[in-house]
Every structure is written in structure tokens, then in C-alpha cells.
């Protein structure tokens, strides 16, 4: 199969979750990124219209011009998708057949120097998805306090050493503040030292968690879950995939909770809860990639999707 890198991932498990064929529906993509995802939907259902939103100018303008076959069924929207349900009445769409959200960061950002998502490349240390932002990551790093820094490193990092690395960056940010990636990898080499063989290396995580503070990546998908329930018609899809465990994490508990249908304690002989079903799971275990799209996609590896109809 050709070109399977620039297929969006998981791109066959998408379409599935979306099978509108003819008839007429209406879908959010929060993530346009590329249009990747949203290209394949709207070829294979000839009844689907799209409201795809990014809160990434550049990706805005990329996928414009890679949707433009699809005419009045694709519109695109800057902003957050915790904001998709106001976006989508704002467009005169009081509900929608599905929502798709492909959480993280796309690789054109990952690959361009100036964007700062990568320690591998030289470039100014931004991090903002949405460069109209206020907060890059330098500045985040050179004012924050040292246990906020701890704390985002620690819980959206996972490392180990999160206090001696506040505290080096604190050192350091005293002397020389940060402005570059390269500032931030010599201390993550300092405080941390070479990863042990068969781990990430530990710039990665660093920086991925700085990335998610600088985003509030975690903050946008409770809301956007909270906001897909409230736009999807009955019978409605939300499809999620994440890369981080955190955030797949949020996702599993926040559709088990849902597809609850009695929230008792047990033993007590009949229901007095009160509680509705609101979902149905559509995947019980996370899907990943199929080994084909893992040969060619390494980005694909760490992808889980979730999918439930809201009832
Ligand atoms: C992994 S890419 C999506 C790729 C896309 N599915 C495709 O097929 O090309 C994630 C995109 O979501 C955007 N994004 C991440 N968090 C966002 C948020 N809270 N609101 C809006 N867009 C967001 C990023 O800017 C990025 O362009």
C-alpha cells in the first residue's frame, strides 16, 4: 500500500466508525490537522458534510487546500475543540451524527524547527499549537514555580527526577533564561543523564510534557468530551484516539462511567440511583494499529482509539 506515512493513523478504523454511505450526515472533526481523516470520510460517504476545526492556523491553511474537492460539504473553523458545540451552532448545526477527535500534535508541527514541539532541532522553545497564544513553553519555563514545574513534569512527563529537573531549570533560568530547545535539552542532559537503553529518551518526555502544560491538553479533552455529549444526536458517534496514557485513560473512564447504567453501591436490592445509560461502547478494548500501517508508520505506535453512540 502506498504512501501509508501520510495516511492519517488508524485511518481504516475511522472510516468504519463513520459508515454514512449516502445518507445525509454531519460531522465534527475537532483535529482537521492535514485533513487526512477528513478526506477519507467525505470520499467514502457521499451524504457527509464536515465541520473541521484546529486551533493551529498553518494546519487551517494546509487542509483548505487538500479538501477543496470536497466544495460546501467541508467548512473549517479556527478554534479549540473544547469549543466544537458552540462552533458548531454558531455554523446552524443544533447536532451532529459524529465527532472525531485525533488528539496530539500532527507532524508538520513535530517537524518544523520553528514550532519547538522537537528537542532533535534547533529552534525557538514555542510549543503553541495556536500561535495567537500567550504562553510558549520558554515562557512558561522561565516563570513558573519550581513545584508547578515538578508537578508538570512528574504528572505529564512521568519522570522520575521531576524535582531535580525543576530544580536545574530554576538554576539555570536564574543565570541564562530559556529560549531555545537547545537550552532545555543541556539540562534535561545534565539533570537527567543518558536514558537507560529501551526507554525514551528523556528530552522526549520532558518536552512532551511541557507541551501538554503549554496546551492544557488535558483541560481541552475533558471539556471537548463534555461538549461532544452535548452536540451528538442520539444514535451519534464519538471516535477519540490519543497517543498519551493519561489522556486515553480519561477517555476509557469518562465512556465506562457513561455506559453505567446504575451507579449503586452494591448489594442494595434495587436500583435507587437514578442513573441513565448515556453511552454505548463501541470498542471495549482500545484499537491499535494494524501491523501493516506500523511497518510504515512508527508515529502509528502509540495510537489508541475509543469509540461509543451516545444514546
Ligand atoms: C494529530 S493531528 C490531527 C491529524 C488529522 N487527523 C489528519 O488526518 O490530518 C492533531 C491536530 O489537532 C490540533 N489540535 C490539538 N489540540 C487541539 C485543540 N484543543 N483544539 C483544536 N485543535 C487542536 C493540532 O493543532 C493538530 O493540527
Redesign the pocket.
Known amino acids: 500500500m502506498a504512501d501509508l506515512e501520510h495516511r ?2 488508524l485511518y481504516r478504523e475511522v472510516v468504519r466508525m463513520f459508515p454514512f454511505g449516502e445518507r445525509p450526515a454531519r460531522l465534527i ?11 477519507l470520510l467525505l470520499h467514502a460517504n457521499a451524504g457527509l458534510e464536515i465541520l473541521g ?4 492556523g498553518d ?1 487551517l491553511e494546509r ?1 483548505a487546500r487538500h479538501l477543496a474537492f470536497a466544495g460546501k460539504r467541508i467548512q473549517l473553523e479556527r ?4 469549543r466544537l458545540a458552540e462552533l458548531a451552532r454558531a455554523h446552524g448545526w443544533e447536532a451532529v451524527d459524529g465527532v ?1 477527535l ?8 513535530l517537524d518544523d524547527a520553528a514550532r519547538g514541539f522537537s528537542w532533535r532541532m534547533d529552534g525557538p522553545l514555542d510549543m503553541r ?2 500561535q495567537r497564544g500567550e504562553w510558549t513553553a520558554s515562557r512558561l519555563l522561565n516563570r513558573s514555580g519550581e513545584e508547578e514545574l515538578e508537578r508538570i513534569f512528574r504528572e505529564y512527563g512521568e519522570i522520575r527526577s521531576a524535582r531535580r529537573l525543576a530544580r536545574a531549570v530554576v538554576e539555570r533560568r536564574e543565570k541564562h533564561p530559556f529560549a531555545t530547545t537547545k537550552d532545555l535539552v543541556e539540562v534535561c542532559d545534565q539533570a537527567l543523564g543518558r536514558s537507560r537503553p529501551g526507554t525514551l529518551p528523556a528530552p522526549t518526555l520532558v518536552f512532551q510534557a511541557l507541551r501538554i502544560a503549554v ?3 488535558l483541560g ?2 475533558e471539556r ?1 468530551l463534555a461538549a461532544a455529549r452535548e452536540i451528538l444526536r442520539p444514535g451519534g458517534v464519538l471516535t477519540v ?1 490519543s ?1 498519551h496514557s493519561l489522556e486515553d485513560r480519561m477517555v476509557k473512564q469518562y465512556f465506562r462511567r457513561g455506559a453505567a447504567s446504575c451507579v449503586c453501591p452494591p448489594g442494595l436490592p434495587v436500583c435507587v440511583c437514578g442513573k441513565q445509560q448515556e453511552w454505548r461502547l463501541i470498542t471495549g478494548k482500545a484499537l491499535t494499529a494494524q501491523p501493516d500501517e506500523l511497518a510504515e508508520n512508527r508515529r502509528a505506535a502509540c495510537a489508541r482509539l475509543r469509540a461509543a453512540e451516545r444514546l
Open positions: 492519517p493513523v472533526d475537532g483535529t482537521l490537522g492535514n485533513g487526512g481523516h477528513s478526506a476545526i484546529d486551533r493551529d494546519a487542509a478554534g479549540n475543540f473544547s472525531l485525533d488528539i496530539g500534535v500532527s507532524s508538520p508541527q499549537m495556536d496546551n492544557d491538553e481541552e479533552l471537548a484516539i497517543f
